[in-house]
């Protein structure tokens, strides 16, 4: 063991404490060369890989380790065993300390982050450093000219140092976090194996779950990862900061986002593969008090047909929402919250409204889907294409049915009423809390109430209720409270046939494998007419639909589920709000 006595200050030593950001690289670009060369050989890399290797060393930018993890040549574990026998540190074999010591005066913690090192032990048997890759005389040299005692160097692998920097344990809060603020370190961050491979396989757990949304959500120094799963969000491991912050940026990369802005929200998409079939991700990040955080809604055409008959509606709903489509011209609503299905629902009416004499023209923001009997287009507010524009070009183009992504402002509402009201069949989606609170809405966003009752043909209002799992349900004793409930409005007790699913392997425990849609549905009549035109309250229109026999609330619809076994009453309850 080299004492710090008897050794000379290496070059650039002293900087160690008036400079701790300074990183020690050897000096000679052969050095790097011959380190290269000598990884390559212990790793029996091809001629290919040694001169990949090779350009990824050159200059001293990375260490031969660190470079061959990044470029996934060879296994991590398999890296640091090489680098063990060739530089006599032999491989850290103990388990991480989950607070391990600080680093001791004369180091910092940035210092040892950008060197790939961590202090592993600093007690009475002396201070153990862990290195990712040993072999530099230099660094270990002033390391421990730095502390002025012996130092005992081992060998640690690539995946041991970055899951300590997960959790803070290898990277000072100020360190790494705050150098990811510049923009070309945070590309390079986003373009390591580590983030990419981290990303690439939390998106296939994500799709092999059925999840549709994953969320990376800064958090008092860690980065929390949740995905969405029939519409309940579970946690996954955490990360450190720093490292979901390259995670962000890697898919803001994929998207094609501005990595430096960190500070606007931004939006995009991207298409890859994902366990070997193509999957869109609509990317969408907004800056919070803690750091960025992003939401990567997974589409894929797995499992949906996009077919009217396979959405799972109720078939007096459906019938009724064929029939409205039916119409040759005037305005059809699906309103809803967020994620309760509703374009989906509008993609499977394009698909039975899409035939060869029929011309289909869509704006969307974003396109989940594309389609190649329809003609999409993208909301791009920089390039001045809105929902209004694009309306006003539409009408145009001599469009048969106009799909509308969203009725969100007054202009594009007033164009859609106008395009109906000319001869196309308009389909549209609102945020609206039920049915009969569409036409309100719309008068609320400009437009008038006589022009609406003229138009509108129908208004279908949906949620998704998660499906019981088949393989664990099993039948149910309702409780009072839910007897209660269920007699309220209209069930009789005895013919309930409730279940519960405690959860098995099939569903990962959550007791609930899919979605259902529940639904309500009505077509204006006559009298509808009257009252909208007139600017009858809402109440009014729920009147009058109470006593239309064709027509069930959406409560009934979520009641009628849970009755027959096929969602729990809880989640019946809690997506209806009863």
Same mark, same amino acid.
């Given at each position: ?102 680093? @001791?005066? =004369? ?9 790939? %090192?961590? +202090? /592993? *032990? &600093?007690? $009475? ?112 491991? @955490?990360? =450190? ?9 890697? %898919?803001? +990369? /994929? *998207? &094609?986002? $501005? ?320």
């Amino acid at each position: 063991m080299p004492q710090a006595s008897s050794q000379s200050p290496p070059r650039g030593a002293a900087q160690f404490a008036a400079a701790p950001g300074a990183i020690l690289r050897p000096a000679l670009a052969k050095a790097d060369q011959d380190a290269a060369e000598r990884l390559a050989r212990a790793l029996g890399l091809d001629a290919a890989q040694t001169e990949r290797l090779a350009s990824a060393v050159q200059g001293g930018s990375r260490r031969p380790a660190v470079a061959a993890s990044l470029l996934g040549l060879a296994a991590d574990a398999e890296i640091a065993a090489a680098m063990a026998g060739l530089y006599a540190a032999p491989l850290w074999d103990e388990p991480i300390a989950d607070t391990p010591p600080a680093p @001791p005066g =004369g180091l910092n913690a940035k210092f040892l982050a950008e060197n790939y %090192a961590m +202090v /592993l *032990a &600093d007690g $009475d048997g002396g201070c153990v450093v862990g290195l990712v890759d040993p072999g530099s005389s230099e660094l270990r040299r002033g390391v421990e000219y730095a502390l002025g005692r012996p130092v005992q160097f081992r060998t640690i692998s690539f995946d041991v140092w970055r899951a300590a920097s997960h959790r803070g344990l290898a990277v000072a809060p100020d360190g790494e976090t705050e150098s990811l603020a510049d923009a070309e370190r945070l590309k390079d961050f986003a373009s390591d194996a580590p983030v990419v491979r981290y990303l690439d396989g939390v998106l296939a757990r994500a799709v092999s779950e059925r999840a549709s949304d994953l969320h990376f959500e800064q958090k008092g120094g860690r980065c929390v990862v949740r995905m969405r799963v029939d519409g309940a969000l579970r946690d996954l491991e @955490p990360l =450190g900061a720093a490292f979901g912050a390259g995670v962000i940026a890697r %898919a803001k +990369v /994929l *998207a &094609d986002l $501005d990595v430096a802005s960190t500070r606007a929200p931004q939006d995009g998409r991207a298409t890859l593969q994902v366990r070997g079939r193509p999957t869109d991700l609509r990317i969408s990040t907004t800056p919070t008090v803690d750091g960025e955080s992003a939401v990567l809604r997974i589409l894929t055409r797995q499992g949906v047909d996009f077919t009217l008959g396979s959405l799972g509606f109720d078939p007096p709903i459906l019938e009724a929402f064929e029939a409205q489509l039916r119409r040759p011209f005037g305005l059809i609503l699906v309103t809803g919250p967020t994620g309760s299905g509703k374009t989906t629902t509008l993609y499977a009416a394009l698909r039975r409204l899409a035939t060869r004499d029929r011309k289909v023209l869509t704006i969307e923001d974003p396109i989940e889907y594309v389609f190649d009997a329809i003609n999409q287009t993208q909301v791009n507010e920089a390039a001045g294409v809105t929902f209004a524009s694009a309306l006003r070009a539409f009408l145009r183009h001599d469009p048969d049915v106009i799909l509308v992504g969203e009725i969100r402002d007054p202009e594009t509402a007033r164009l859609a009423v106008q395009a109906a009201l000319t001869g196309h069949l308009v389909l549209a989606t609102l945020h609206a809390n039920d049915a009969a609170s569409a036409a309100a809405r719309l008068a609320d966003l400009g437009v008038e109430r006589y022009l609406l009752a003229g138009v509108l043909i129908g208004v279908l209002a949906q949620r998704l209720a998660p499906k019981l799992c088949e393989r664990c349900a099993a039948p149910s004793q309702a409780s009072p409270r839910e007897i209660e409930v269920f007699v309220q409005h209209g069930f009789a007790a005895e013919a309930l046939a409730l279940r519960a699913a405690p959860g098995c392997p099939a569903c990962n425990g959550a007791g609930r494998h899919g979605r259902l849609p529940l639904g309500e549905v009505f077509t204006v009549d006559e009298t509808l007419e009257r009252l909208i035109s007139a600017g009858a309250p809402t109440a009014d229109l729920r009147a009058h639909l109470g006593a239309v026999p064709a027509f069930q609330p959406l409560a009934h619809d979520a009641l009628r589920r849970a009755a027959a076994g096929e969602v729990a009453a809880e989640d019946a309850f809690r997506t209806v709000g009863l």
